[in-house]
């Protein structure tokens, strides 16, 4: 297992180096010359100049990569532009409300889809089954901004259940979390379904319920533990899905994250803050597919050995 | 082979005319694409007009869907954003299908080296969520049209590639491209006259679920503005720009996003029908 994890953690340092190369690019596939956006649109030749010398921006491509790669590797993500903040400053007072509300998504979509999808396979063509269906397909079709809205509406605007936007209160989180996890529970729960039709019609389920086995111990202990392997790596996906789907959620709701950051610096123009957060959400990902990675390992053992 | 073919062909007709939801989809696919080819005619108004005078209006029979806070008629808007929907994710989905599929096909046609670097190049495309990714696009590119079509095909092209390189490599070993391979068939004949036709049906399959991904994602980028500036009556952006308004006039809001659902919700169960009427071992 050892050494399962510590190949597997080799194998994220390629992954954060070609981000960091995608980031990078941005900057400088942008239209316009970097030197004169960070001038600004009116400033003199020379300062021009002076700026493009200040930030070896006069240098080639790889060198400028290598020291900016360096300067991240240190912590250094840059100044903002708008602002003249250090971008790490930026983005780690953002990170707790993004970080929450992907965490609090994730668990609702997890626990919600499982209970659901096992619901729906141990009672196959039921009138609950369908439904059960109608609404997963309905979830993954929904779009995001729009059920945000609708929640508020309801939830929000007429019941004064909960507070329209803002982070920091439980009752803040419930909303945006339901909004984002809407879809990765129907996902969760469509694949924990057909999984565990697969399941069932294994060998060893047969054996377990002729050996006079309860139905639930059949199910839980024997059924749900191996179709859970496959719902492990779709875990992992949606986590990045969830990342994405913050951007629009955070808007939604008026929540003081990442997401809101980047497409408020994406509009501004403040590169350094965009590829700061980009670094940031980027490198959650990689982590959270390690980590996946490492429980699929354990949940099956014969990947290890791969 | 020609009858084979063509019972085949019947099989799977059969199969998907069967499944009630599937065939719901695709009359409203059909739907979705006429209400966008003859938008501009059946449109009531200019959905540009502004009259200021009659903004925020609820329903009547003047405007069936009522007016935006400019004044302007939510129905022709509505109506003219399926034009830019299906304009905007049928470019993007193209361009992925044929990137992606020529990419998959080439790699699971010729494997070794090539094989390789084209999966590293694809691998390099997932190594971000593809919104995010998408969101970097239009960070480098700029915001606009042209630009949600360009990330958003982008970020598809994966998950062609890597269906069309899977069902390739599972058709490659057929006898009949040895066959075709002995009475002296190039390899680029092989690929398009034997291979491609059969990898088709997985392929099709997916560009009908990722249409409907490709909805959301662009609207998403419209909704935070990145997408089609305004006047455009962009579904995600007359999402966004009700959004002021939302408890005086819900429907400024609720309208949009229904047309979104409904088209996604569309293309979603025509590939899930064609998944099922092509693969019925699938179907559970």
């Known amino acids: ?306 | 082979m020609m009858e084979n073919s063509s019972s085949h062909f019947a099989t799977v007709r059969r199969q998907f005319v069967r499944n009630r939801a599937a065939v719901v989809g695709l009359v409203l696919i059909v739907a979705f694409i006429a209400t966008a080819l003859f938008a501009p005619l059946i449109a009531p108004y200019d959905p540009n007009a502004i009259a200021p005078a009659k903004s925020l209006q609820g329903p009547s029979a003047a405007h069936l869907l009522g007016t935006d806070q400019l004044g302007r008629d939510v129905l022709s808007r509505i109506l003219l954003g399926a034009q830019i929907t299906l304009v905007i994710t049928l470019a993007a989905v193209s361009l992925a299908l044929l990137l992606g599929a020529t990419a998959g096909l080439v790699a699971g046609f010729y494997g070794g080296a090539v094989d390789t670097f084209i999966m590293r190049c694809v691998d390099v495309l997932m190594s971000m969520p593809g919104f995010l990714l998408a969101i970097g696009i239009i960070a480098a590119l700029g915001v606009g049209t042209t630009n949600v079509i360009l990330a958003v095909g982008i970020y598809s092209i994966p998950t062609f590639a890597r269906i069309a390189r899977a069902s390739t490599l599972s058709t490659r070993s057929e006898e009949y491209i040895t066959a075709a391979r002995a009475i002296g068939v190039s390899n680029g004949g092989i690929m398009l006259r034997h291979v491609l036709p059969n990898i088709m049906p997985p392929l099709m399959v997916q560009t009908s679920l990722r249409m409907a991904t490709a909805i959301l994602t662009a609207s998403g980028l419209s909704f935070l503005g990145l997408g089609p500036q305004p006047p455009t009556p962009e579904w995600g952006a007359m999402l966004s720009g009700g959004r002021d308004y939302m408890t005086s006039a819900p429907l400024l809001v609720a309208i949009p996003g229904l047309a979104i659902l409904v088209v996604t919700l569309s293309f979603n169960l025509l590939g899930d029908g064609l998944r099922d009427a092509l693969d019925p071992k699938l179907k559970r």
């Open chain 1, 1 to 306: 297992m050892f050494r399962y994890i510590v190949r597997r953690l080799l194998y994220a340092v390629p992954v954060m180096l070609v981000v960091s190369i995608i980031v990078f690019g941005i900057l400088h596939i942008a239209p316009g010359d970097p030197a004169t956006m960070l001038a600004g649109e009116d400033a003199r030749p020379e300062d021009v100049a002076a700026i493009k010398a200040k930030y070896g921006l006069d240098q080639p491509l790889y060198v400028q990569y290598g020291v900016w790669l360096a300067d991240v590797l240190h912590g250094d993500l840059g100044k903002s532009l708008v602002t003249r903040r250090a971008v790490l400053a930026e983005v780690t007072a953002r990170m707790p409300a993004t970080a929450e509300l992907a965490i609090a998504s994730l668990l609702v979509a997890v626990t919600v889809g499982m209970i659901v999808g096992v619901i729906s396979a141990t009672r196959q063509y039921s009138l609950m089954d369908h439904g059960i269906m109608i609404v997963a397909l309905l979830g993954v079709s929904v779009p995001v901004f729009w059920l945000g809205l609708m929640l508020i509406l309801l939830f929000s605007v007429e019941l004064h259940w909960f507070p329209t936007g803002g982070a920091g209160t439980f009752m803040q989180l419930v909303l945006p979390a339901l909004t984002l996890g809407a879809s990765s529970t129907a996902i969760i729960a469509r694949m924990t379904r057909s999984s565990m039709l697969e399941v069932v019609r294994q060998d060893y389920i047969r054996t377990a319920r002729s050996k006079g086995l309860k139905e639930r111990v059949v199910t839980i202990r024997h059924a749900l533990k191996n179709a859970l392997i496959p719902v492990v790596t779709v875990v992992g996906i949606e986590f990045g899905y969830l990342l994405g789907g913050a951007v629009i959620t955070e808007t939604v709701f008026a929540r003081p994250g990442l997401g809101r950051l980047l497409v408020s610096s994406i509009t501004s123009r403040d590169f350094p803050v965009v590829q700061g957060t980009l670094m940031l959400l980027a490198g959650s990902f990689v982590l959270v597919n390690l980590l996946v990675d490492i429980v699929y390992g354990y949940l099956d053992p014969r990947i290890r050995y791969e």
